[in-house]
């Protein structure tokens, strides 16, 4: 049976690697089965195999998953907000799902695990095609990435109007970061050549924004946000931050952070790319590239 569309959903997927077109399928009708919100949570590592992992490719493999998935949700609609959640490396635990007990669970097949601190009383909410009883599976404590990790890692922007980019980066940097993420945002200064500049959001709305989403990807670590007013941010004044997450456009200025460092006596940060072209199927780079600026422009033309 397929769920009725509600307001805020969520959904429970495994994932096949690479990413399959049941997967995909059950993404979309979730999206459909959705008014508002729609919360995704995966298992991750399942998907990256012991040769990735060996060979240091479970960084991409991480990031192709999550980007592989938004892009399929947003290639599909733009109306309803989603969430796409790496459960197995979040630090989840069953008070952290005490603000979804009131939503309904989709499942996507009969052999989905939830976890086993599962709250029992959100077990009468699930929804499924499927007519059973759902095994579950032990998972309540953040699992050892497979991917190299930092005690502080950096991330900066603007972040108007939160969008699939953003939500990317954001995930890349909670994943990477095992004590504190420090994330820099543009203050409004700075924003002053900005396109439609009438439409951007505040300097505390875009910081809410953030902290909300940080929030909703991981638990039980340190979230620092620090206002932008220079290309450096705060690289240049806290030395412990070891690793930066840029996307591949940013990637070759960020070299300059790290010269600026080193004439300040700091050691460098490692530099951690988020590639957004990386997808499969029907969907492109454009549907991951949705930018503030194309969703000012649009405000805009409504007026």
């Not at 938004?70 to 907000?81: D, I, L, P, R, T």
């Not at 695990?113 to 009883?133: C, D, F, G």
């Not at 190299?148 to 890692?153: D, G, L, W």
């Not at 996307?247 to 700091?266: I, Y």
Request: proline share 5%; net charge negative.
């Amino acid at each position: 049976m397929d769920p009725a569309p509600r307001h805020n959903l969520l959904l429970w997927l495994h994932l096949a690697s690479p990413l399959a077109a049941t997967d995909a399928d059950t993404l979309r009708m979730a999206v459909d089965c959705t008014t508002e919100e729609l919360t995704v949570f995966i298992a991750l590592k399942d998907t990256i195999t012991s040769e990735e992992e060996s060979t240091s490719d479970g960084w991409s493999h991480m990031q192709r998953r999550i980007a592989e998935l938004y892009a399929v949700s947003a290639s599909h609609s733009q109306k309803v907000s989603v969430d796409i959640v790496p459960l197995n490396f979040c630090a989840y635990s069953a008070d952290d799902m005490l603000p979804y007990k009131h939503n309904a669970t989709l499942l996507q097949s009969p052999d989905s695990m939830l976890p086993e601190w599962w709250p029992s009383e959100m077990h009468t909410n699930i929804k499924s095609r499927y007519q059973q009883e759902y095994p579950l599976v032990g998972q309540s404590t953040r699992t050892r990435t497979p991917w190299k990790s930092f005690a502080h890692v950096a991330v900066g922007g603007t972040f108007d109007h939160l969008h699939v980019g953003h939500k990317i980066l954001l995930t890349a940097t909670a994943l990477a970061a095992t004590e504190r993420i420090v994330c820099g945002i543009s203050a409004e200064a700075l924003l002053e050549n900005k396109q439609h500049k009438e439409y951007l959001e505040s300097y505390r709305t875009r910081e809410l924004n953030v902290l909300l989403f940080l929030r909703k990807i991981r638990k039980n670590i340190i979230v620092e946000l620090v206002p932008i007013v220079d290309r450096y941010g705060p690289t240049i004044t806290d030395s412990t931050i070891g690793a930066l997450v840029v996307s591949q456009e940013t990637l070759p200025g960020s070299d300059a952070l790290n010269v600026r460092r080193e004439e300040l006596g700091m050691p460098p940060m490692h530099l951690l790319p988020i590639d957004l072209v990386a997808v499969s199927g029907q969907t492109t780079e454009n549907d991951l590239k949705i930018s503030s600026t194309a969703i000012r422009a649009a405000l805009a033309e409504r007026q």
